[in-house]
């Protein structure tokens, strides 16, 4: 998708499709009070083309409500879409982010390859930086869909994406919002071209190669390491995993390091990249198995996240850590009751960890990315991974799971949530969980029980993260979309690459 900023009023605008957005203005309550859909923009001329069925109470302005006009008089545009809000009381940042991509879905499948958006004027009280970029990011993640294998693929690409800005505006804020749009917007979409891989078409190997070919794009530094390595490291955890299976494992390294930035932070994104999950000899049931492709979602979002820092250039160190392996059963795979010893971090053993469940391997290979991420310096710690099934009966479709033990590293996160549109719910770890997962025979086990298995989950990993400032982002229930929605297709959703970029963005100096 190609993208432009034009400076101009929207009735100019010579396009096949011109959008504008509209919030209902409404403020009254009960049956007699009529919707007041009223359009975000000065334009006279497109007031005036919208006027009659503004009038006519057919469109009302909900959240994604769109209604087209064809030959709409008075402007250079052959069609003008108006795209709801919702009631402007209640309007944010996300509603437009979402506008854009009810824009594109719009476009997308009646063959109409171009499309012209004028950004929201008087709209709240966000910045137009905010905006534009939310627009930009709004049109990626309408434009992603997920037929990569379908001979004769559906609706293809919306090839040409213009913002449209008011002539007056404050130029060089549209500009940056714009420019970090298209970042943060083709990041997400590579998370979620990687999370679409089948698991034939994308083992722990390939996902390294895709990794590094993208750092080479960008500029950031790789390594990609395999089973010789995590001998030498002596991840226990994370070979105990990978063991079962013919594809080797692959740890990916990368590392940003902006010019000038020698002390400070070092913010260490950890991501799960099991690249098939069977669950092993604990193995899953048939149903609904060929999702667990998209069990190196978090993984993905710490790769797009990375594209997005190395872009974006924010004056912080990163590295970035995913453990990239299948889970397999086999005659060599790991089994209920084996012993493993994982990764040591400064002059202590490894912890013995009693497998309970080899279908709870996701923590295995994070226990020891985090001390890796640690034993490379991290100071502050980020990981991502589709960890639970428990965590989406929580939660639902709707938040994901956020875990952390330093509070104001929390609040530091929570706050670039109002940027990201994310919704993370903050969730309990504590001694009582940790109780849960004490061993007989060792020093943890990697299952506690039918009962709280988000926190349990989360709590083993704490164990390895320590005192290091750690958030914890559960996933599973957000990673992959089951139904179509008006502004993203069903498929791999790119959550946590906004929110992940945020947070790494604020240690900047
Ligand atoms: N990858 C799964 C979690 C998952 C479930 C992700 C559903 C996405 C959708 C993870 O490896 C797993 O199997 N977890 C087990 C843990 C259990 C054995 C303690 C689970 O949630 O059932
Ligand atoms: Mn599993
Ligand atoms: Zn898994």
Redesign the pocket.
């Known amino acids: 998708m190609r993208t432009t900023l034009s400076f101009a009023s929207p009735a100019e605008i010579a396009t096949e499709l011109l959008a504008v957005l509209a919030v209902d203005t409404q403020t009254e309550k009960g049956p007699a009070a009529k919707p007041a859909p009223t359009l975000l923009t000065s334009d006279h001329a497109v007031t005036a083309a919208a006027a009659a069925v503004l009038a006519s109470g057919e469109f009302k302005a909900g959240a994604n409500e769109t209604l087209l006009l064809h030959a709409p008089a008075g402007l250079a545009a052959k069609r003008l879409l108006i795209v709801g809000l919702g009631k402007q009381a209640k309007a944010a940042l996300h509603n437009v982010r979402n506008a854009a991509g009810t824009a594109i879905r719009f476009t997308k499948p009646r063959g109409i390859r171009e499309l012209a958006l004028a950004l929201p004027e008087n709209f709240s009280e966000s910045l137009p930086l905010a905006e534009a970029r939310a627009i930009v990011e709004g049109a990626f993640v309408g434009d992603f869909d997920p037929d990569t294998y379908r001979s004769e693929r559906k609706d293809v690409s919306v090839q040409s994406f213009t913002v449209v800005a008011p002539a007056g505006s404050d130029r060089a804020a549209i500009e940056a919002g714009f420019n970090e749009g298209v970042i943060v917007g083709e990041s997400q979409s590579f998370t979620r071209s990687l999370v679409n891989e089948p698991g034939n078409k994308l083992t722990p190997t390939i996902m390294g190669q895709r990794a590094a070919a993208m750092a080479k794009e960008v500029g950031l530094a790789c390594e990609v390491h395999s089973t010789e390595k995590l001998r030498e490291l002596k991840m226990g955890a994370f070979l105990s995993v990978s063991q079962g299976s013919a594809e080797p494992p692959a740890l990916i390294v990368l590392r940003y390091e902006p010019e000038g930035v020698k002390d400070g932070p070092i913010i260490g994104l950890v991501g799960k990249g099991?690249t098939f999950?069977t669950?092993g000899i604990?193995i899953?049931p048939a149903d609904n198995m060929e999702?667990?492709k998209?069990?190196m979602a978090g993984g993905a979002a710490m790769l797009g996240a990375m594209r997005a820092i190395a872009l974006l250039k924010p004056k912080v160190r990163v590295i970035a850590i995913v453990c990239a392996s299948e889970n397999m059963p086999d005659g060599k795979a790991y089994k209920p009751g084996d012993v493993v010893t994982a990764m040591p971090f400064a002059d202590r053993p490894g912890k013995t960890i009693d497998i309970i469940?080899t279908?709870?391997?996701?923590r295995l290979v994070l226990a020891d990315g985090l001390t890796y991420a640690r034993q490379l310096g991290a100071t502050h710690l980020i990981d991502a991974a589709?960890?639970?099934?428990?965590i989406?009966v929580a939660l639902g479709q709707i938040n994901a799971g956020a875990f952390s033990n330093h509070d104001t590293t929390f609040e530091q996160f929570k706050t670039g949530l109002a940027v990201s549109g994310e919704k993370f719910w903050r969730m309990p770890l504590g001694d009582e969980y940790a109780d849960l997962i004490r061993s007989d025979i060792g020093d943890i086990k990697n299952?506690g029980g039918r009962f709280g298995?988000a926190s349990t989950?989360a709590e083993f990993l704490h164990t390895f993260a320590e005192d290091t400032p750690w958030i914890h982002l559960d996933i599973?229930g957000m990673a992959w979309i089951d139904e179509n929605r008006p502004y993203i297709a069903k498929g791999p959703s790119g959550f946590a690459v906004r929110s992940i970029l945020e947070w790494a963005k604020s240690y900047a100096s």
């Open positions: 099991i999950d669950g604990s899953k999702k667990m998209y069990d469940n279908d709870a391997e996701g589709t960890l639970t099934g428990a989406g299952t298995g989950a599973a």
